[in-house]
């Protein structure tokens, strides 16, 4: 079906496709963190001070010590490179660039996507930090996880509703 709604639409259907899948999943994330918000006590203010008491809330940490895996300075050196590989070199980002007629629309292409990126980055790493809440006042829930890698989608199947674990498990 999506092979046949792509060759039909072209890189209109591509697009548009791009759109709704980030859609749900911006969707989705918010959905995540609302639900995490909810149901941990004290809200945004109980799941900072139950992370910050794990010690995950040390976001500010300026040092050059080599030795610590996450700074101010490592995570700039990771979202420069990052973002550069994304923005650069990236066959979905890069095929935009080649769908508008014009320089200008290219670069508001980029800057739409940038300005997108990272009020969902934040909500991305809020939700981060929400689920060691979460995990850390129902350790019994946490049973059947297997990988910490793995808490985001565990969260999605046994924390959310079906049809919106289901949605969301799809779009990913």
């Not at 500010?60 to 070199?89: H, K, Q, R």
């Amino acid at each position: 079906l999506t092979t046949l709604y792509t060759v039909l639409g072209g890189m209109k259907a591509v697009i548009w496709t791009d759109v709704v899948q980030f859609c749900v999943l911006a969707g989705g994330a918010v959905a995540v963190a609302v639900v995490l918000i909810f149901r941990v006590d004290g809200g945004v203010i109980g799941i900072w001070r139950t992370a910050a008491a794990a010690g995950h809330t040390k976001l500010l940490t300026f040092t050059l010590d080599p030795t610590l895996e996450v700074t101010v300075w490592s995570i700039l050196f990771g979202l420069t490179w990052a973002f550069m590989n994304a923005y650069g070199c990236d066959q979905v980002v890069v095929q935009r660039y080649f769908t508008v007629k014009t320089l200008r629309e290219s670069v508001k292409s980029v800057l739409t996507g940038g300005l997108l990126a990272l009020p969902l980055n934040i909500v991305l790493y809020f939700i981060g930090v929400a689920l060691v809440a979460y995990y850390a006042v129902r350790p019994e829930l946490a049973a059947g996880l297997e990988e910490p890698k793995g808490v985001l989608s565990y969260f999605i199947v046994q924390g959310l509703p079906i049809g919106v674990s289901g949605l969301l498990i799809a779009g990913i």
